[in-house]
């Protein structure tokens, strides 16, 4: 059973054939109930698919966990090619899962356009919807501007809203349907209105989706800019963490506030930085965002991106002249970051930049002690004692050394023994 499930996720066709062809039960499933068909269909290889669909493996088996068939999943998740070929093969398309949703629903809430359409041309109930409040205009949205533009003239309402708060303008710009955008707002929609699991407003996911025509149709009706979701995130933050270069540069010329924080106080820059986002860090440096702004637990970009391991960051971030001795709550240096969490090549970089090697936190522990101490690679711990043996032979350390600016050796070595206990 555990070969039939590896070819299945693993998109190993001739493997998966030779099972099949053993006569191996294609059907066999764990306690889960998550089927070879499933697996592969999670995965989105469709020829495996089609393998079991022709070795007659049973299409509308579910999940315990979830309720969801293969066509509900290849719905959810938006595998389209693999939801053809169950369409094709006649699976169910109103199995509901565990809650209730069809395959139409799923791909409606999940916002998978085309998987929607597949659905509707075959002919799934679309009366599904009445019981979520889904509204003919929110629909509409799923097939174009001239159903939404007629539905508009015939009075429909606007802004009503479905069970999970969306609008059908909310509808619109997750889904990706710009030519439905311009007619809802000028039938004007309210623009502020966020939906009801991660109250963000269109503005915000159309930074979330990287839809630069979207936000630019949004901040001409004169959407907030400076509207929060349910993390304190305003659509700069958004952008800046998803890496929307354009929909940042966007944001910035529409003078967004730089320095908005999360709910965390986490700013653009910082979200950039720590998510390895080196272009958008370099735009919102060039518009002069806080090099040195701090997040609520002390944290600066530079920091968080040594923590990561986002060396191109890291380096953007110092040729901006942001200080690489900057210390968090703890004491800790970006160095000392990298070190505790393995980021070897952004380690290399720091110490290449120079950083001071023989830093200590609050507890007195230095780089090489965090990176034994928290370190799983070995590699990090070299790189630091060949740094250290190399910086110990320059004259200025040698002349320090004399004047007693290091601690005697027996205190040197009482403080390492304590923190092989006591690094936290």
Not at 5 to 25: P, Q, Y
Not at 66 to 83: N, V
Not at 154 to 171: E, I
């Amino acid at each position: 059973m555990d070969d039939l499930f590896h070819a299945a996720i693993n998109g190993d066709t001739n493997k998966l054939k030779a099972i099949i062809d053993s006569r191996a039960d294609v059907n066999a499933h764990p306690a889960t109930g998550f089927t070879a068909l499933l697996r592969a269909t999670l995965r989105g290889h469709a020829d495996c698919v089609r393998l079991l669909i022709d070795a007659n493996a049973a299409l509308d088996t579910r999940d315990l966990r979830f309720g969801s068939t293969a066509l509900s999943l290849a719905a959810a998740i938006g595998k389209t090619d693999c939801l053809q070929l169950l369409i094709a093969a006649k699976a169910d398309m109103e199995a509901p899962d565990n809650d209730g949703y069809t395959a139409l629903l799923k791909a409606a809430f999940c916002f998978r356009p085309e998987c929607v359409q597949m659905l509707m041309e075959a002919k799934a109930d679309v009366a599904v919807f009445q019981r979520y409040d889904v509204t003919p205009l929110m629909l509409a949205t799923l097939t174009g501007s001239a159903d939404v533009q007629r539905l508009l003239d015939g009075n429909a309402d606007v802004n009503a809203s479905d069970n999970d708060g969306d609008t059908a303008l909310l509808w619109a710009v997750r889904l990706g349907k710009i030519d439905c955008v311009q007619p809802l707002i000028e039938a004007k929609a309210e623009l502020e209105v966020s939906d009801g699991r991660s109250h963000s407003t269109s503005l915000i996911w159309a930074a979330r989706r990287g839809k630069t025509e979207f936000a630019q149709l949004l901040l001409d009706a004169k959407a907030d800019i400076e509207a929060k979701g349910a993390g304190g995130d305003t659509a700069l933050n958004t952008a800046a963490a998803m890496g929307r270069t354009e929909c940042l540069e966007l944001l910035i010329d529409a003078q967004a506030d730089l320095e908005a924080g999360s709910n965390q106080g986490d700013t653009a820059l910082i979200l950039a930085a720590s998510e390895g986002h080196k272009q958008c860090v370099e735009l919102l440096i060039a518009a002069k965002a806080v090099i040195g702004a701090r997040n609520e637990i002390d944290d600066t970009a530079l920091l968080l991106a040594a923590w990561y391991g986002r060396t191109a960051c890291v380096e953007v971030l110092l040729e901006a002249k942001s200080d690489i001795e900057t210390k968090d709550s703890d004491g800790r240096t970006a160095l000392m970051l990298s070190a505790s969490q393995d980021r070897i090549e952004c380690l290399a970089f720091l110490i290449d930049a120079k950083a001071d090697i023989t830093a200590q936190d609050n507890d007195g522990h230095t780089a090489l002690m965090l990176a034994a101490a928290y370190g799983e690679a070995i590699d990090c711990v070299k790189l630091i004692v060949k740094a250290s043996s190399i910086a110990a032979q320059r004259p200025e350390r040698k002349r320090r050394r004399t004047n007693d600016a290091s601690p005697p050796r027996d205190k040197r070595q009482q403080r390492r023994c304590t923190s092989d206990n006591d690094v936290s």
